[in-house]
């Protein structure tokens, strides 16, 4: 299996919804964060959320209020729902497990990386 295997992008209009899945064998680990990342054409890759192993969520200013980060435990999965999609919120998106504690914000905190799931929204 691999590490972990994001799922769940596509195309949508503006003000539409998607819902990304997280999924691996990371999740057998414990004491972890689970963090999204979105990277486009160009452009640095930025956090974006995150989810600790005690359920503790953060996100990025721009998409507070309209993204959602969660988890299933039993599903090994980790979501992150995306409603009121705008046309910047397009990007390649990534999962990225990492151990717990406060460097959550930056890419290098983060052990294992999915391959990614674009996302892609029309005005």
């Known amino acids: 299996q691999e590490p972990l295997v994001e799922s769940g992008g596509g195309s949508v209009q503006a003000g539409g919804s998607l819902r990304l899945s997280c999924a691996g064998s990371?999740?057998?680990?414990?004491?972890?964060?689970i963090g999204w990342f979105r990277q486009a054409p160009g452009k640095e890759r930025d956090w974006v959320a995150v989810?600790?192993?005690?359920?503790?969520?953060a996100y990025i200013d721009s998409v507070k209020g309209r993204f959602t980060i969660s988890q299933d435990n039993a599903k090994n999965t980790v979501y992150l729902q995306m409603n009121n999609l705008k046309p910047e919120d397009s990007a390649m998106y990534y999962c990225?497990?990492?151990?717990?504690?406060?460097?959550?914000?930056?890419?290098?905190?983060?052990?294992?990386w999915g391959q990614g799931t674009q996302v892609t929204v029309s005005s």
């Open positions: 989810i600790d192993s005690d359920g503790r969520t």
């Open positions: 990371v999740f057998t680990y414990s004491h972890n964060c």
């Open positions: 990225a497990y990492g151990p717990s504690g406060g460097g959550w914000l930056r890419p290098g905190w983060y052990h294992y």
